[in-house]
Nanobody, 123 residues
Framework: DVQLQAFGGGLVQAGGSLRLSCAALGLSLEDYAIGWFRQAPGKEREGVICISAHGGTYYTDSTRGRFTISSDNAKNMVSLQMNSLKPEDTAVYYC?????????????????WGQGTLVTVSS
């Protein structure tokens, strides 16, 4: 069975950093792009960042320069380093295996979806 397990969320003050991880079980990162999405209360799901199977990275305007994504194919793990966090980054963060890399949530070809991890940024 394929499982995507996101972890590392928590409470952090504005300006702080947090590192999320996504463990991919039952699939190879060489076959899928991995995207991070988030959903804040009362808001629609939005794309955050993505890394392709070949290592290409895609950012949104709100995350470029603050968030970094990396993958470790040997460990089948994708990490999301979030710096300079803002209260508006507060959301449940999900990782997903995609047919192609995109940060456009409406266009995402989601093959597998992991459980979320809550990130709360206090002002």
């Amino acid at each position: 069975d394929v499982q995507l397990q996101a972890f590392g969320g928590g409470l952090v003050q504005a300006g702080g950093s947090l590192r999320l991880s996504c463990a991919a079980l039952g699939l190879s990162l060489e076959d899928y792009a991995i995207g991070w999405f988030r959903q804040a209360p009362g808001k629609e799901r939005e794309g955050v960042i993505c890394i392709s199977a070949h290592g290409g990275t895609y950012y949104t305007d709100s995350t470029r320069g603050r968030f970094t994504i990396s993958s470790d194919n040997a460990k089948n793990m994708v990490s999301l380093q979030m710096n300079s966090l803002k209260p508006e980054d507060t959301a449940v963060y999900y990782c997903a295996a995609l047919g192609f890399c995109t940060v456009e949530a409406d266009l995402a070809d989601i093959r597998y979806w992991g459980q979320g991890t809550l990130v709360t940024v206090s002002s």
